[in-house]
């Protein structure tokens, strides 16, 4: 499932119109974080001027530019839409943007849920350019039923879940894969959403699959990472108490069967965004979580991820204290405190397990 | 969402060839119980010359037919695809059976997930012969994110859970409605599968789907039903313990915000088919339903519908009241005891809401 046209070999313009924010453009934010040498401009006239920085924090250097016309200076190859809008639908007016991105020759970057490439119109002129367009979202033909074979790989299977849409699984997944790695851990990040597959190079947008085959592209996306890997930190999506995507979340759980699962959850949210609906206390959600895996395959929540991007260094801390003397779990902000306490706690679950393997090992030799 | 061709309209052929039998052909098996009048023939070379109750116990009078050929004597109008194998795609040997009844001039109506309007060759041999192909799964354009709106319906919204696939969701939701019909009551039965679509006329397909909006289209069921009934029963799908599946249900669950759930499970089954997970208890199942509704908007179990159809009666009474008294609620097979019990329940539960809700207002009106 590794995508022809891999970001990281591009330079990218991000275009963000009129919706430039940390949480308003996930993609951009993204992008801009994990892709920064790649990322030569981001359009948005409202903040025209300005550093990216000044607006999300991170990608100092980064200039906010008017239009597609004054990217072009910064000579970019590809434009990358950085917006991912309820319903996934391309924004009207952003279609004469796209024409102007098609006759300069970029290549185009998209994680709508709209396939660019299936716009004839777009394609014939993309096709034309010599240009991909590139649907980060599209998921591969022919997906398989779950059918519980994620259960049998060798690798150890960890899955980011959480309270609610944008708390920071793919974020905390992608940190903890990064400071596993640092202490020379074998270990894949798998996407499984249009951002993470954009700055990963591979997975599938498990919401995009048709619902029936959704757990199997879960699945799938676990069968290929470990063929090479032994620790898998697979990307969360949605919220069990999500009335709208739920059931995604459920199919990912299922479908990838994780043998332990991190907790995500921005300690300031106490409604799901954009619905009046309440959440649960954390020890209620993870309960949940725990609850649903176990008639499948057991496993449990051993860290907390914290996402306290709109708190103080002082909230920030005593948000983490409080998650860990609720829930008796190591709790960090993976942006603010690094991911270090959830690697500790992945390395610490892996060898209980090879201690609890090596028993039963032992209990069968002497029977 | 009604469909253009009616199934009660034609005369049907359908095509269950060498796998006709209660489970093996569950479409088959649910046309010729709801549309026993229009079936005029089974296609099965394995049990050709016998009768079609010789095989599922229902359908006495249908003959089943060596191949289209011979079902072509009774003068059908349109060719039924009788089973729905995992997966849903089309089994390549029946691929010259379509063409042979395209050339006959009859419609196809399949419920398939790969789409036969979607083959170019079918689709330009119907048009050249001028009928139908009739995709029962394949779902309406630009369906929402669910958004909770279910909620605010004033129609009491029922909807049938289960334990597994293929253990009378649909069976009963139909059965229900019918009884509560027949007692005056103003209900509509709310069609989620391809099988209910064809019986009933129309529906959404909710597992052809793409997930991010598979609460959505069961958020639009549950909205167009309630425009002229009062009492919906939404037909459930899958199982919340389903590793395949369960995404659907939770989807289904969430999007359409049931008032009540009734409960269904076939007693002689302790794991899920196909599969080699452990089913939990009845209570525990029922506790599940409860717990992942609850978030949301609460609804309890209020009864529950047994398919008993591998045991005895005497049997079949046993496993009806042991659930009775394991739960506490009221049980039954519908197809062999009737759904009265059920309706009773339900109409218990309009009742006890009509009562909560003059309380209510009387306590608004007294402050």
């Known amino acids: 499932m590794l995508k022809q046209l891999q970001p990281k070999s591009q330079r990218i313009a991000i275009l963000a119109e009129g919706s430039f924010g940390i949480l308003e453009s996930k993609t951009a934010t993204v992008l801009v974080r994990y892709l920064p040498e790649n990322v030569v401009a981001v ?11 000044e607006i999300i924090e991170i990608g100092e250097g980064i200039p906010i530019v008017r239009d597609l016309a004054e990217a072009m200076q910064f000579d970019p190859t590809l434009l990358a839409i950085g917006i991912a809008p ?37 394609a014939e002129l993309a096709a034309a350019h010599d240009v991909l367009l590139w649907d980060a979202r599209k998921p591969p033909a022919n997906l398989p039923v779950a059918t519980c074979k994620a259960d049998a790989v060798d690798a150890t299977v960890i899955l980011t879940v959480g309270s609610d849409c944008r708390v920071g699984k793919m974020l905390s997944g992608i940190e903890v894969t990064r400071t596993a790695r640092g202490r020379g851990l074998d270990a894949e990040f798998c996407p499984t ?3 993470g597959i954009m700055v990963w190079g591979w997975g599938i947008a498990i919401d995009a ?3 029936d085959f959704t757990a199997g592209a879960a699945e799938q996306i676990v069968l290929e990472g470990a063929q090479n890997h032994s620790l898998l930190i697979v990307e969360g999506q949605g919220s069990l108490v999500h009335p709208g995507y739920s059931g995604v979340t459920l199919s990912l759980l299922h479908g990838s069967l994780p043998d332990a699962m991190i907790f995500c959850h921005q300690p300031s949210r106490d409604t799901v965004a954009r619905y009046t609906v309440p959440l649960p206390s954390v020890p209620e959600m993870i309960a949940q ?3 649903m895996a176990a008639p499948i395959k057991p496993a449990k929540v051993i860290g907390l991820a914290l996402n306290c991007f709109d708190l103080s260094d002082a909230e920030a801390h005593a948000a983490v204290h409080q998650a860990e ?17 959830l690697v500790d706690a992945v390395q610490a679950f892996q060898k209980k397990n090879r201690n609890a393997n090596a028993v039963k090992l032992k209990e069968i030799q002497n029977l």
């Open 86 to 122: 309820p319903g996934g639908e391309l924004p009207h007016a952003w279609r004469a943007i796209l024409h102007e991105a098609i006759h300069n020759r970029l290549h185009v970057m998209s994680g709508l849920h709209q396939f660019l490439s299936e716009d004839p119109e777009l």
């Open 193 to 195: 959403g249009q951002n």
């Open 209 to 211: 699959v048709v619902s």
């Open 325 to 341: 003397a609720e829930t008796g779990l190591p709790a960090t902000d993976v942006v603010r405190f690094g991911a270090d306490k």
């Open 289 to 291: 979580y725990e609850a």
């Open 43 to 53: 359009i948005d006239s409202e903040n025209a001027g300005r550093d990216t920085s």
